[in-house]
T-cell receptor, first 116, second 112 residues
Framework: DAGVIQSPRHEVTEMGQEVTLRCKPI?????LFWYRQTMMRGLELLIY????????DSGMPEDRFSAKMPNASFSTLKIQPSEPRDSAVYFC??????????????FGEGSRLTVL | KQEVTQIPAALSVPEGENLVLNCSFT??????LQWFRQDPGKGLTSLLL?????REQTSGRLNASLDKSSGRSTLYIAASQPGDSATYLC???????????FGTGTRLQVFP
């Protein structure tokens, strides 16, 4: 299996622009997670889906952030409009645990976002 | 508040040493605990997953233990090698919040 696939690996954009990050989970995994990693705050869970349904989005920092999972093999995280403080590495992860947290978690390589 | 703490934050050891990384958590009601490795500029790689009913897991030179009652887990690395240099993170799945909470990691450097 190719593992969790994220794109783009790097994104540099200007403040106010829309950013879309993409994720393809491991085939057969039914839970998908979006994390953000910064030096100051470490790894933070933004949102997670189970069977394509958003279960907990309490980590989404504000309304500028949105996430979708239209099918079992694709998810997007969108930031509109982007701000410099959104600069971070965004990770997607998937697992096959029945409750989302009971299975081993596999991470993608991350999308490094820089907002100027 | 459920928190996960890792000590030490950084560790530098000579090649060949056996070492222990620590992870502590504030709530014993957990699903599982997972140890990850992260190399610079890379994603997280799963090392070991311990379910709440288990006491330890082993993979090669790595051994992770879990003591829920004391809220602690340790990752033991035997005969360390320069290739073990990375940041090691533990993550705990808590029942009450249904979330996986990460520690801030231990940055390990093994020098020849």
């Amino acid at each position: 299996d190719a593992g969790v696939i994220q794109s783009p690996r790097h994104e540099v954009t200007e403040m106010g622009q829309e950013v879309t990050l993409r994720c393809k989970p491991i085939s057969g995994h039914n839970s998908l997670f979006w994390y953000r990693q910064t030096m100051m705050r470490g790894l933070e869970l933004l949102i997670y889906f189970n069977n394509n349904v958003p279960i907990d989005d309490s980590g989404m920092p504000e309304d500028r952030f949105s996430a979708k999972m239209p099918n079992a093999s694709f998810s997007t995280l969108k930031i509109q409009p982007s701000e410099p403080r959104d600069s971070a590495v965004y990770f997607c992860a998937s697992s096959s645990g029945s409750g989302g947290l009971t299975g081993e978690l596999f991470f993608g390589e991350g999308s490094r976002l820089t907002v100027l | 508040k459920q928190e996960v703490t890792q000590i030490p934050a950084a560790l530098s050891v000579p090649e060949g040493e056996n070492l222990v990384l620590n992870c502590s958590f504030t709530d014993s009601a957990i699903y599982n605990l997972q140890w990850f490795r992260q190399d610079p500029g890379k994603g997280l790689t799963s090392l070991l997953l311990i379910q709440s009913s288990q006491r330890e897991q082993t993979s090669g030179r790595l051994n992770a233990s879990l003591d829920k009652s004391s809220g602690r887990s340790t990752l033991y690395i035997a005969a360390s090698q320069p290739g073990d240099s990375a940041t090691y993170l533990c993550a705990v799945g808590f029942h009450n919040t249904d979330k996986l909470i990460f520690g801030t990691g231990t940055r390990l450097q093994v020098f020849p």
